[in-house]
């Protein structure tokens, strides 16, 4: 055993070499064929692009904090690891270097830029994983996947070409959200809606016949160039006669209908929109009920094209200040109103999104979601914080159909060939894929035209959202779509826990994807997992958002390398209310950070006092016997002592406590658990109160002492581990006769043990701690020297409590600074000092001057007061008739019991009080 423990916790070295050690032993890797029970989960893939952010850091310590939790259960535990190619993120990164040096995607052309996305990610693709090292991830490193990799870009093949032969995927011509930045179609749930004030613009359309005009309201001048009716709804009695007619468009000159519909809101400007086939989703249906022209008058980038006229070749925005300019100055333009309303933008770059008509690729939703509804909603996917299961089932019965397709070269492209000849489109004839110059691609496309038999084929040139393949990841991780040892054994997965912010990116894709592509008999063997949490996010200590705009954003690993992983992941967890977001603060990492430090003091302490023992001629080997190494406890000819079986018994307790809240996901609770019977119960009492047995002069007592210490040690240290890894194995692999073991990691878990249980220690160890407890305040009232022993006197009517006491004086003497301690039976009688009234004891500390007594009514009054006011909440809250329908019948009996002891412990503060105030008068 390695006893030099150096003075200073210093979490650094520590965990970084730790870390390393964990990842070059192997330790975490998963067996397929290992008997027994299983606990499977995968990453949420970070992007490659990426670095940890503190929302990766709680979602990450919740996640090890279980894996390391059901690994030491005894379970097979996966935690397959890996990252997400990330299609735009990434290929703006790499278009960013390329403008370093001058050149564009474009100008590469796409081959060469693959090759240089590759090149950048075997470059700077592997800091996120060297990042997950150092938090101490517990993942099976073996298994680590990237989803270009070619067996999950095989998958990815083979769920496009099922989804598409089964008809459920589909290329048209539709309304998609388009990024000018980008350049690319978005998805729904890509776009943010941002409140912006706005104008709106009230623009004189002329009626073809020049008889008059109608005032059309629009949000976006630019588009009108794209104009192809005027709408009305077909009741409003102020245009039911213009229906019919044609209205001369302004700066166009071409003439276009008024239609009648009754999507027309009457209310909404004058009445009368502007119908934009090609740039707005509502109008795009419109158009279809009346066969309108569907014109686009914009490029790709976000500027005006030759169908705008005179205004190609601007930016859209730019066209707009010309095109208003321009009405104003032909009489066209009625007025200007301020207008706040809601402007998508891009979520990758911010730009503001544009509706437009684009030919993409969708996948069918409905059918798929049929089934996702199904599971959530019978509850074979149990979805944490309940709350979030109706947001969830809202969405799905609401859902569209999916735009799957994105204008990007990074990422899987679509196996589908285009023939020159016919327009016709035919599949890859399989999913298998071959290797070229280190990247996957399909390996088997069409010979000919499935149609005409044409071979001038081109591939389609798109790629396929992110969010399609990161939608196959807990089985494609597994070896799908082939019958592997891994998708067997590990699939469903056990749970999955991520964001609530992706909830509908994600863990609802995954949910379709899974139960439509993967195998089984019954839908609950191809769930993808068995339940799933959605942790809340990380905000600023006054529950600010994180953003960088707001220059409040806090960086994990700056946090790590000031005050160690442990510190910032026990914070994280112990600030983990399910629903609840975090309030993280520099000053709660610091109080976990103490947290550490108090551990590694006790374990200093430990260490460093064995040599007394040592110098008396027992060795360590004695001191590591087989109880010790099994973590049980050791009796003495006599028995246990009384702090020994009150913490075998708290340890039993507490483990159940810890076990029950991490099964249903209530991280702060059991991060509390933990922490305050690690601190409290074994640094502030135990440690303290062993302290006469570890140093006694009968080798016998002494030597059981240092075992069941030790022996409680290990448990602690083990309880504390899925929380704070690295402290606990640094600790833990020095304690004695420790050569063969590998890591904490691989050790068991505490559990509740009946056998443990010790009610009637676990009530005099609580008395007596009441009585520490009543001197030190009192001490601490009275502003008495902390270090002098003074005299005092306990008085109880009760045996039981006199003999406890007598049997304990010379642990009360230690631990309350009190010697001698009298022990009377009946009332304490006359006497100077401060006296402290319970329902069991009275106790009085002398004192060497007589006590102020006016100041001791003015206390005895003040304690009064906070005892009525305790006494009538406990009262009030039980009379509540809802209170009792709902709490168990224990909970009402504890607080039944409590009020009986306050009120005995105010009845004789009372008398103490009238004897004082009747002796002062």
């Given amino acids: 055993m390695n006893r030099e423990i150096p003075k200073a916790y210093e979490p650094q070295e520590i965990e970084k070499r730790l870390s390393r050690e964990w990842v070059e032993a192997n330790l975490f890797a998963a067996d397929a064929a290992a008997p027994g029970p299983l606990f499977s989960i995968v990453i949420p893939p970070p992007n490659v692009t990426g670095s940890i952010h503190i929302g990766h850091m709680l979602e990450h310590t919740q996640i090890d904090i279980l894996v390391r939790w059901r690994r030491m259960l005894g379970a097979n535990t996966l935690w397959l690891p890996g990252t997400d190619h990330a299609g735009i993120a990434t290929q703006v990164v790499v278009e960013r270097e390329l403008a370093k040096e001058g050149l564009t995607r474009v100008g590469l052309g796409r081959e060469e830029f693959e090759r240089r996305v590759w090149q950048w990610k075997q470059q700077s693709g592997g800091r996120i994983r060297e990042q997950m090292i150092r938090l101490g991830d517990s993942c099976d490193w073996t298994r680590e996947r990237f989803t270009l990799d070619p067996p999950l870009y095989r998958a990815v093949l083979e769920a496009f070409l099922r989804l598409y032969r089964e008809g459920l995927i589909y290329r048209g011509r539709y309304m998609v959200n388009w990024c000018p930045r980008c350049q690319t179609a978005l998805s729904d749930l890509e776009v943010v809606h941002v409140e912006r004030a706005g104008k709106l613009w009230h623009i004189r359309y002329p009626l073809a016949d020049g008889d008059g005009y109608l005032v059309v309201a629009t949000t976006r001048p630019e588009t009108m160039l794209g104009d192809t009716a005027v709408a009305v709804h077909p009741e409003d009695e102020r245009y039911r006669a213009l229906v019919g007619r044609k209205i001369r468009l302004p700066l166009v000159g071409r003439e276009i209908p008024i239609v009648a519909d009754e999507f027309v809101d009457r209310e909404f400007g004058t009445g009368a929109v502007k119908v934009t086939p090609a740039h707005d989703p509502n109008d795009f249906e419109l158009g279809k009920r009346h066969n309108l022209e569907q014109i686009d008058v914009m490029t790709d980038d976000g500027r005006m094209n030759d169908r705008a006229g005179a205004y190609a070749g601007l930016d859209r925005f730019v066209a707009r200040g010309r095109i208003v300019e321009d009405l104003r100055a032909q009489g066209l333009l009625e007025s200007i109103t301020n207008h706040t309303h809601a402007v998508g933008v891009c979520d990758r770059c911010k730009t503001d999104v544009e509706p437009r008509l684009s030919t993409q690729w969708f996948c069918s939703m409905k059918p798929l979601a049929e089934p996702a509804i199904r599971v959530v909603r019978e509850g074979l996917i149990p979805v944490v914080p309940e709350n979030q299961k109706k947001i969830y089932l809202d969405w799905m019965e609401n859902i569209r159909d999916w735009c799957i397709s994105r204008q990007l070269w990074w990422g899987h492209r679509i196996p589908i060939w285009h023939c020159a000849d016919c327009g016709e489109m035919t599949p890859a004839r399989d999913s298998q894929v071959e290797i070229v110059n280190g990247r996957a691609r399909a390996a088997s496309p069409p010979a000919r035209c499935g149609k005409c038999g044409g071979s001038k084929l081109t591939q389609d040139p798109d790629v396929l959202d992110t969010w ?370 319970a329902s069991r004891f009275d106790l009085r500390i002398g004192q060497e001057e007589p006590a102020d007594r006016e100041a001791e009514i003015a206390r005895l009054r003040k304690q009064d007061e906070k005892l009525a006011q305790n006494i009538e909440s406990k009262r009030n809250r039980l009379a509540d008739d809802a209170f009792r329908t709902r709490a168990p019948e224990h909970v009402v009996k504890q607080m039944e019991a409590s009020i009986a002891e306050l009120a005995a412990e105010r009845e004789k503060l009372l008398a103490r009080l009238a004897q004082l105030e009747s002796s002062h008068s």
Wanted: aromatic fraction near 10%; proline fraction near 5%; include cysteine.
């Fill in 468 to 837: 399609f393949s990161s939608g196959l990841w807990p089985f494609s991780t597994l070896g799908w779509p082939d019958d592997t040892p891994d998708l067997r054994k590990f699939y469903p997965t056990s749970l999955l826990i991520s964001g609530y912010d992706i909830l509908f990116f994600w863990d609802a894709r995954m949910i379709m994807l899974g139960l439509h592509l993967t195998a089984g008999e019954r839908i609950e063997d191809r769930i993808p997992f068995r339940s799933l949490y959605l942790h809340a996010l990380v905000r600023d200590p006054h529950g600010v958002k994180m953003s960088k705009t707001r220059g409040n954003v806090v960086d994990p690993l700056e946090v790590i390398e000031k005050y160690g992983t442990d510190a910032l992941r026990f914070t994280l967890a112990i600030g983990a209310a399910p629903g609840t977001d975090i309030a993280l603060s520099e000053e709660r990492i610091q109080g976990y950070r103490a947290f550490a430090n108090k551990i590694w003091n006790a374990a200093r302490f430990l260490f460093v006092n064995l040599e007394k023992i040592e110098e008396a001629g027992v060795s360590l080997e004695e001191l590591a016997a087989p109880d010790v190494r099994a973590a049980a406890p050791h009796r003495r000819a006599g028995n246990l002592l009384l702090v020994e079986r009150w913490m075998y018994s708290r340890l039993a307790r507490v483990a159940g406590e810890v076990n029950q809240a991490l099964e249903e996901f209530r991280f702060h609770e059991a991060a509390h658990i933990v922490y305050h019977f690690f601190w409290h119960e074994f640094c502030d009492w135990y440690i303290e109160w062993a302290k006469t047995p570890l140093s006694s002069a009968d080798r016998e007592e002494a030597v059981a002492a240092w075992r069941n210490l030790f022996a409680i040690f290990d448990l602690a240290l083990r309880l504390l581990h899925p929380f704070m890894p690295f402290l606990t194995e640094e600790l833990w692999l020095r304690l004695p006769n420790r050569p063969e073991a590998r890591s904490l990691a691989l050790e068991s878990y505490p559990k509740l043990r009946e056998e443990w249980l010790d009610e009637s220690a676990e009530r005099d160890v609580a008395l007596l701690q009441e009585i520490v407890e009543a001197a030190r305040k009192l001490r601490a009232e009275q502003k008495l020297d902390p270090k002098k022993k003074l005299p005092a006197d306990l008085s109880t009517a009760d045996l039981t409590v006199r003999r406890l006491v007598e049997t304990n004086l010379d642990a009360l003497a230690r631990l309350g600074g009190i010697s001698p301690l009298r022990v009377h039976d009946g009332s304490l009688g006359s006497g100077a000092g401060t006296v402290h009234s």
